[in-house]
C-alpha cells in the first residue's frame, strides 16, 4: 500500500496551493480519503473528507470555503485544493485511507492507510 502526497511548499498568505495523493495497493473505490494535518508541537488534526462513493464531503471549520476535496477514481488519486491560505495553515499534511463504514471520521485513529505527508508552509 502507498500514499504519496506531492504539492506542498512555501507560498504567501493569501495564495493557494493544491495537493495531491497517489494511491495503490488497495481498492481505492472502497475507500474513503481523507486529509489531516500536523503543526509543529500539535496532534494531527481533520482538514477534510470525501466518502468513497464521492456523495459527501466534510471540511473542518477551519478551512470550510476555503479547501475543496475531490477524487479521481480513475487515476486512484485524492486533491486537496487550498485558497485563501493563512499562516495558521502552516503543517504537514497527509493523505488517509479508511475503509468503508457506514459514517464518516474525523478521529485519525479511525484511518487505515497514511502517506509519508508533505510540508505546507505559510509566510511572507
Known amino acids: 500500500v502507498q500514499l504519496v502526497e506531492s504539492g506542498g511548499g512555501l507560498v504567501q498568505p493569501g495564495g493557494s496551493l493544491r495537493l495531491s495523493c497517489a494511491a495503490s495497493?488497495?481498492?481505492?473505490?472502497?475507500?474513503?480519503m481523507s486529509w489531516f494535518r500536523q503543526a509543529s508541537g500539535k496532534g494531527r488534526e481533520f482538514v477534510a473528507t470525501?466518502?468513497?462513493?464521492?456523495?459527501?464531503?466534510h471540511y473542518a471549520d477551519s478551512v470550510k470555503g476555503r479547501f475543496t476535496i475531490s477524487r479521481d477514481d480513475a487515476k486512484n488519486t485524492v486533491s486537496l485544493q487550498m485558497n485563501s491560505l493563512k499562516p495558521e495553515d502552516t503543517a504537514v499534511y497527509y493523505c488517509?485511507?479508511?475503509?468503508?463504514?457506514?459514517?464518516?471520521?474525523?478521529?485519525?485513529?479511525?484511518?487505515?492507510?497514511w502517506g509519508q505527508g508533505t510540508q505546507v508552509t505559510v509566510s511572507s
Open positions: 488517509v485511507a479508511r475503509l468503508i463504514h457506514d459514517t464518516s471520521s474525523k478521529d485519525p485513529s479511525d484511518y487505515d492507510y
Open positions: 470525501i466518502r468513497w462513493n464521492g456523495s459527501m464531503r
Open positions: 495497493g488497495f481498492t481505492f473505490g472502497s475507500y474513503d
